[in-house]
């Protein structure tokens, strides 16, 4: 015989289960999923969420809209998505540079992996460093020659100060014991435009942006930094193979929300992101935009940005880097 602590835990649970349900039935209904990019218009992370978001609307009949947030490295627009409600009506596009924000700034008052939740991982692409054509090195052993030869003088470019280039740039000057000036842009636009000119020897870049300038003969790029060798960049060797295996990592891009999102619109999400990415149509654009196509599902995405959080964070301070 049911007792009557018993039967009113089981009304609790049954009531739950009615007022849950329906909601999550009803989602989504016919206000927009908004899509926060805090990059600019028309970076990779940018053309990303738009070929995706395009996609994504048809299959769930529904507005998906694509919000550009800019500012302070990324961080404006990933701190209003990780206040936004949990309902499945606000996404964002994070890449490895949006897990790089509480390490560089501790004090945002937001914390990415405690407010954020992983929904689909998208496509990933190594970082590359390249050289420009109008310096006298082709090779990454002509660039440690000459860093070595005059330490403290060699520059290289990143597209900003404390961004994931610049982490590995550092990183890889402490493995090669070698010094060498960071040089900081606002984005990677002008920094390869000036590596293509001459006025930086060098840069480490995602490696993306960097193929079309390699093709035309301005830059050359002499190795990467993904475990493998780029399907992309078949040709060029990665920091593994040329002696430095502790550098083996590339750069992502995926979708999250804030977490606390109803589990059921989580898989629904990722779900549909994943037979999106499917497209052969998807597949190629985001192989044009230079990056491999790497589904990941929302459970194991959100355990990898966690490791990724904390990976950063002891890189950081192990080469002590003042990113501020």
């Known amino acids: 015989m049911m007792t009557l602590s018993q039967s009113f835990s089981v009304g609790l649970v049954a009531i739950a289960a009615t007022t849950t349900l329906p909601a999550l039935a009803a989602w989504p209904d016919d206000q927009p999923i908004r899509v926060i990019v805090p990059q600019a218009a028309g970076g990779t992370n940018d053309t990303v969420a738009r070929m995706i978001s395009s996609e994504l609307a048809k299959r769930l009949g ?3 809209v694509v919000d550009n947030r800019p500012g302070a490295s990324g961080a404006i627009g990933t701190q209003a998505a990780a206040q936004a409600k949990p309902d499945g009506y606000t996404l964002a596009i994070a890449s490895d540079s949006s897990t790089i924000l509480n390490a560089v700034r501790p004090n945002l008052g937001w914390d990415f992996h405690r407010d954020l939740m992983g929904v ?3 496509g990933d692409q190594p970082i590359g460093i390249a050289v420009s054509m109008k310096s006298p090195y082709r090779s990454l052993p002509d660039l440690i020659a000459a860093a070595k030869k005059a330490p ?6 990143t597209s900003g100060l404390g961004t994931s280039q610049h982490i590995v740039g550092e990183w890889f000057a402490r493995l090669a014991d070698v010094r060498m000036i960071h040089v900081p842009y606002k984005g990677g636009g002008q920094a390869i435009s000036d590596l293509a000119g001459g006025q930086v020897p060098a840069a480490v870049l995602g490696s ?5 300038q390699d093709r035309a003969g301005t830059i050359k790029i002499v ?3 993904s475990p493998r060798r780029s399907t992309t960049l078949p040709n060029v060797p990665t920091l593994t193979e040329l002696g430095y295996k502790d550098i083996a990592l590339t750069q992502w891009v995926g979708f999250v929300a804030p977490r606390g999102l109803p589990a059921p619109i989580a898989e629904r999400l990722s779900n549909e992101i994943r037979q999106v990415v499917a497209l052969p149509d998807i597949q190629r654009k985001l192989t044009e935009a230079g990056l491999d196509p790497q589904y990941m599902a929302a459970a194991p995405f959100d355990v990898f940005l966690g490791k990724t959080v904390s990976t950063w964070k002891d890189l950081i301070k192990t080469l002590d880097l003042k990113l501020e």
């Open 62 to 64: 529904q507005s998906v």
């Open 120 to 122: 689909a991982m998208i």
């Open 152 to 157: 403290g003088t060699l520059g290289y470019g």
């Open 208 to 212: 993306a942006p960097l193929v079309g």
């Open 223 to 225: 190795a990467v930094t």
